[in-house]
């Protein structure tokens, strides 16, 4: 195992609009699960088990006013940093996992389970430690009770040293490098920086999951992924009551004194997370925000993900699954904002599973591809319509095409688009992006954005697809499509039509009088 790539951890911009933005992404998902299978992780931190107790509630103790569990069935996973190295081996990404277990019965279990998911243990077995258990006892379906066996003590020193001399032995041979800290001991201030310089010295970016409020045993990192109570901790053990002009709200306690607390918007998020990144020598912060959705902040930039909505049954290991999915990611080498944004999907598939539930990388793509109405929609990218005119060739369709901005749909469009749909079996519309609507219309068109254009084209029953062109014309996109009919509207003459020898058959269709988006705009101006 040689490491195949350089990370790119910065924000991308490269795509003109949203919509081709994740049209694009959507593609390169498939490039990507390749890529992933020659990436190699290391993750180092505390490794836990979690013991899942289900059972029956029918009756409450006579001893105490607690349920009684019936036992039914038992289940065991992994956990802590155990779960990230699950998650980033589900994706498809080869994995060493470093830690300490103790030398017990639940150390065996672990070491058990990791070799049935193929993750390679880097770590040691101790003696002197205890293998941390978290039990959770579930009745009808909802946690009664959670209880912990663990050491949460720093390792003893022999430990730390033949720990560090395991991962200098493998740091070598991996892409990216992993800090699960979940403040039991493994992420020590010596083995935290040890391992961050051992990264930096072989051109590893570092990725964190942090704990603690000091982040100075962080520093030099390429990226941590604070939630944002973490990052709120951290800010103020950091300003020690200075609010160092951030929008902060002080709340008296009742000693008297001032509690600063961190106001949970973009801006605030920014502030704090780049103050902390001066301080600690830290690349980017990544701060998962509950309903808020992620907020990534680099040097430079800020971009803020929405919270994917769907029905939350367990946060357990949400955290852990935007760690493991954004770690898998960098190593394959995809740039930062596309992995975060991906990273954010994988969570709320996580959420909607009971436990710590490991998410494969098809569930991703799946939820992707829901979420943004690609898949079966009929709004399409050039590579798309392709295959579907492919489709349509076969079955030896008429394929009619016609283009415009169709900036407010209004009755002159669709009686147009009616009579040019009439003329074959197939409906594709080119449609004019925003900044190509802006240079053909001037300053203020479009009214309605080009993906918001597209889905009301999209929604009419007589269209089968609708493709966003940047240039002025559609010359190259006819030039694809080589339609059977090419219409235009209004007083053209077909000699003058861009594209019109590309198409079998060209056809100009009147516009309906009285109707035009530029009166509808003047009467709406006059209004006012």
Same mark, same amino acid.
Not at 127 to 149: A, H, L
Not at 295 to 301: F, K
């Given at each position: 195992m040689t490491k195949s790539f350089v990370v790119d951890c910065k924000i991308q911009n490269s795509e003109s609009n949203e919509y081709t933005r994740w049209s694009n992404l959507q593609m390169r998902l498939r490039e990507i699960r390749n890529k992933l299978q020659d990436a190699t992780c290391l993750i180092v931190g505390d490794i836990m088990l979690d013991l899942y107790i289900y059972g029956e509630v029918g009756r409450i103790s006579p001893e105490a006013p607690v349920p009684v569990v019936r036992v039914v069935r038992e289940s065991v996973s992994l956990g802590g940093a155990g779960n990230v190295a699950a998650n980033i081996v589900g994706l498809g990404v080869q994995t060493m996992l470093s830690g300490i277990l103790g030398d017990d019965y639940d150390g065996g279990r672990v070491m058990s389970i990791l070799k049935e998911h193929n993750i390679l243990f880097e770590g040691i077995q101790?003696?002197?430690?205890?293998?941390?258990?978290?039990?959770?006892? #579930?009745?009808?379906?909802?946690?009664?009770?959670?209880?912990? !066996?663990? =050491? *949460?003590?720093? #390792?003893?020193?022999? =430990? &730390?040293?033949?720990?560090?001399?395991? #991962? &200098?032995?493998? %740091?070598?041979? +991996?892409?990216? *490098? @992993?800090?699960?800290d979940y403040k039991k001991g493994v992420c020590s201030q010596r083995v935290s920086n040890a391992v961050i310089q051992g990264a930096i010295k072989r051109g590893l970016p570092v990725l964190v999951d942090p704990k603690e409020m000091n982040w100075e045993k962080y520093h030099g990192a390429t990226i941590l992924t604070p939630n944002f109570k973490e990052l709120s901790e951290a800010y103020e053990f950091y300003s020690a009551g200075d609010a160092a002009n951030i929008s902060l709200q002080k709340d008296s306690s009742a000693s008297g004194k001032s509690v600063i607390k961190l106001i949970n918007t973009e801006d605030s998020v920014r $502030?704090?997370?780049?103050?902390?990144?001066?301080?600690?020598? %830290?690349?980017? *912060? /990544?701060?998962?925000?509950s309903e808020y959705g992620m907020? /990534?902040?680099?040097?430079?930039?800020c971009c803020t993900?929405?919270?994917i909505a769907r029905s939350v049954y367990d946060v357990s290991g949400a955290g852990d699954t935007v760690v493991a999915t954004l770690a898998a990611l960098l190593a394959a080498g995809v740039n930062l904002k596309d992995a975060v944004d991906i990273s954010n999907f994988a969570a709320g598939i996580s959420v909607s599973h009971a436990g710590t539930y490991t998410v494969s990388y098809d569930e991703v793509e799946t939820a992707y591809d829901e979420a943004h109405d690609i898949t079966d929609s009929k709004i399409m990218n050039i590579s798309e319509l392709q295959k579907k005119l492919e489709k349509w !060739?076969?079955? &030896?369709?008429? @394929? @009619?095409?016609?283009?415009? +901005?169709?900036?407010?749909l209004h009755a002159g469009h669709v009686t147009y688009l009616q009579k040019a749909a009439a003329m074959g079996d197939v409906m594709i519309i080119g449609l004019n992006s925003d900044a190509s609507t802006r240079r053909l219309k001037g300053d203020g068109r479009p009214v309605n954005s080009e993906y918001d254009?597209?889905?009301?084209?999209?929604?009419?029953? #007589?269209?089968?697809?609708?493709?966003?062109? $940047?240039?002025d014309t559609p010359y190259e996109l006819i030039k694809v499509v080589k339609p059977d009919v090419l219409v235009k509207g209004g007083d053209y003459v077909p000699e003058n039509i861009v594209g019109r020898e590309f198409a079998k058959e060209v056809r100009v269709v009147d516009f309906l009088p009285g109707h035009s988006t530029?009166? %509808?705009i003047e009467k709406i101006q006059e209004s006012q």
């Open positions: 101790s003696p002197k430690r205890n293998t941390t258990v978290k039990t959770r006892i #579930i009745g009808r379906n909802q946690q009664v009770v959670r209880y912990d !066996r663990e =050491d *949460v003590d720093s #390792i003893a020193y022999e =430990d &730390e040293v033949s720990l560090l001399q395991q #991962i &200098e032995e493998q %740091i070598g041979r +991996c892409n990216m *490098v @992993v800090l699960s $502030e704090a997370a780049r103050a902390l990144m001066k301080r600690y020598d %830290i690349a980017n *912060v /990544l701060v998962t925000r907020t /990534l902040v680099t040097a430079d930039d993900f929405k919270a !060739r076969k079955l &030896e369709k008429k @394929v @009619v095409f016609t283009n415009g +901005c169709f900036d407010i254009r597209a889905k009301v084209l999209s929604a009419l029953a #007589i269209t089968d697809a609708v493709v966003i062109f $940047e240039e530029s009166g %509808i």
